[in-house]
């Protein structure tokens, strides 16, 4: 067993087993800190598949950004449930039709997916994480799809300010 | 031996960089204690009290490590590493001069960017699994001004790589014919500012406000757990102090002496930056931070970023008119503000 | 060398995972963290078609920066509106925000 394959397992164990910890804890705040965790070792399966750009973005704004904003929104509401599991559980009654949902896409992406061929190229994913030619495509190619994400960001970063905002 | 070497390495790399922080500990209290008009330490090590920043890292490790009642055990007892091994992990990315580094990243600069913003995480692990209300207040204080001030941090940078079209640091600064703090001073100073805010050091420290919050974030935190968030801000103060020194000083660039003299007179002038507005200037206000970051540094970065991007694309021989604009748009808005403030 | 299909099988149990939290969870924010999980789980599959099929145009990679920022946008908008909800009716939980009937 290859050091790179030995990393993806482990990597993949602490992925998965972070990820069901948070659909399935008590506490709100560890499912927070849980999710950071789980997407810090996501980047570093993009470093596994040689993308450092991604890899850092991923830490930038998933560890950065998106804890940030929800640790303040758990701040800024009250739930009903307290982290010790008293009170109005953070559960509804359907998590055995979810189970079964969830389980039942699994199975039909397994089913369809396993068989496949891929045309896996013979060089993959060897190929050295390169910035600048990325850059280029990104302004060569798409530069339409970028100039509208852009403008997708300000519009959502208008619309956060008028929903937040209070009323005065 | 082959497998060893890395490790090796990288422990020769923090042993460096420890003993560093330790003489920096030592020079913030004489020099805090010279501008009170106080000798500082004296007696500990009897020259000039040397060993006291040794004495007081030996005092925290062998103080009890004390877990609140009221704690969230697992967070509390994890945050201060959540802090810390990411801002160790910033070393592998600085180069000292370009014979003496650990790894060439393509991504040097946003690797740095990007760890730095588990600082603020550690914070808010901490304080909030503290239990503690000035915990509390003191983690969501830093977790405001860290996210306010790493958008004007990241877009002065914004200008620099711009200049050099590369996010390696070797690149940036193999490609400083010219300083860059002559090319970008909006930029350099944007940079100045919101790296002591990054850093909670004294003009912006409100998050750790003695006076106020007790020790903010850290208050239930005792012997080594609380020596490593304190050891954390002196490696982020290593790789930021070097950060600026990189993209700003012209790195390991000068005459005669070697480029690893160079380099690190540049960084112990910043460092002396550092020391000495750690004591010459007041705590801010929470509201004039938020002035300060949202109001002037942002704007100021922004135009930063406008006109170098308008003269490196229209004019070839962008480096004078860009000194020259980019000085006059300083000292004019200085000179503004200054009537304004009148 | 990993085979692709580890990646694939990975994110397809990740992306399950996140659709029971979606449907198991109560809490808003719990079901918006579980969004997250999915949107990763996708992101994962981009990066390693694009790390094995098309190495050279970078396709997946380009893709996922795009897939990010909309997340990132899609995220501030969803706590925005839980703020909004919570100001109105004093509660988080998704299943008592049952104004708008079919």
């Known amino acids: 067993m290859s050091g790179q394959l030995l990393a993806f397992w482990a990597l993949s164990f602490v992925i998965l087993s972070g990820a069901l910890y948070i659909v399935t804890t008590k506490n709100i705040m560890h499912a927070v800190f849980m999710h950071l965790l789980t997407m810090s070792m996501i980047a570093a399966i993009y470093g596994l598949l040689h993308a450092d750009f991604m890899a850092a973005m991923q830490v930038l704004i998933y560890a950065g950004a998106v804890t940030a904003m929800v640790v303040f929104a758990l701040m800024l509401t009250k739930s009903q449930s307290r982290p010790d599991g008293a009170g109005m559980a953070v559960d509804n009654q359907q998590r055995g039709a979810s189970f079964l949902t969830a389980a039942g896409f699994l199975a039909v992406v397994i089913y369809v997916l396993v068989p496949q061929k891929w045309a896996v190229k013979e060089t993959a994913p060897i190929v050295k994480s390169d910035v600048a030619a990325m850059g280029a495509i990104i302004f060569k190619s798409y530069i339409l799809p970028f100039e509208i994400i852009s403008v997708i960001l300000l519009a959502a970063l208008i619309g956060v300010i008028v929903l937040a905002r209070k009323e005065d | 031996m082959a497998i060893a070497r890395p490790f090796l390495i990288a422990l020769a790399l923090v042993i460096f960089v420890l003993s560093n922080i330790v003489f920096f500990m030592w020079a913030e209290f004489k020099i805090s204690g010279r501008v009170a008009d106080r000798l500082g330490p004296m007696e500990t090590g009897r020259f000039h009290g040397w060993a006291q920043p040794l004495a007081d890292i030996l005092k925290f490790l062998n103080k009890e490590d004390i877990i609140p009642a009221n704690a969230d055990k697992l967070i509390f007892r994890v945050a201060p590493f959540v802090g810390f091994i990411p801002v160790v992990m910033v070393l592998a990315a600085i180069p000292y001069t370009n014979k003496i580094f650990v790894r060439d990243f393509d991504i040097a600069v946003f690797f740095v960017i990007a760890l730095s913003s588990f600082t603020f995480v550690s914070m808010v692990m901490g304080g909030w699994a503290s239990g503690n209300k000035y915990s509390l207040l003191g983690a969501f204080r830093a977790a405001g001004m860290l996210l306010s001030y790493e958008l004007p941090l990241g877009l002065a940078i914004a200008g620099v790589v711009m200049l050099s079209a590369t996010l390696s640091l070797i690149g940036i600064v193999q490609h400083q014919t010219v300083w860059n703090i002559v090319l970008q001073p909006i930029g350099f100073l944007v940079f100045m500012v919101a790296m002591q805010a990054e850093l909670q050091r004294s003009p912006f420290d409100l998050a750790v406000a003695e006076s106020e919050l007790v020790a903010g974030y850290s208050v239930e935190y005792s012997g080594m757990r609380y020596a490593m968030f304190q050891l954390g801000e002196f490696f982020g103060l290593w790789a930021l102090a070097s950060m600026a020194v990189l993209l700003f000083l012209g790195g390991w660039h000068g005459p005669y002496l070697p480029g690893i003299v160079w380099f690190f007179i540049k960084f112990y002038g910043i460092f002396l930056f550092l020391a000495f507005s750690r004591v010459s200037v007041p705590r801010v206000r929470p509201d004039q931070l938020m002035d300060l970051g949202w109001k002037i540094l942002l704007p100021s970065a922004l135009v930063n970023i406008v006109i170098t991007a308008t003269l490196i694309v229209l004019v070839p021989h962008y480096q004078l008119p860009l000194a020259i604009s980019e000085f006059a748009i300083l000292i004019g808005a200085l000179y503004l503000m200054r009537r304004v403030l009148k | ?102």
């Not at chain 3, 924010?29 to 789980?41: C, D, G, Q, R």
């Not at chain 3, 994962?44 to 694009?50: K, Q």
């Open chain 3, 1 to 102: 060398m990993i085979p692709l299909q580890y990646y694939i099988i990975m994110s397809a149990i990740l992306f399950t995972i996140g659709i029971y939290g979606v449907l198991a969870r109560r809490n808003a924010i719990l079901v918006l963290l579980s969004v997250e999980i999915m949107f990763n789980a996708v992101n994962i599959n981009f990066m390693a078609f694009s790390a094995y099929i098309t190495p050279a145009t970078m396709i997946g990679q380009i893709y996922t920066i795009f897939a990010v920022a909309s997340g990132a946008a899609e995220i501030g908008i969803g706590l925005a509106i839980i703020l909004l909800i919570y100001r109105g009716r004093e509660t988080v939980n998704v299943d008592e925000v049952n104004m708008l009937k079919w």
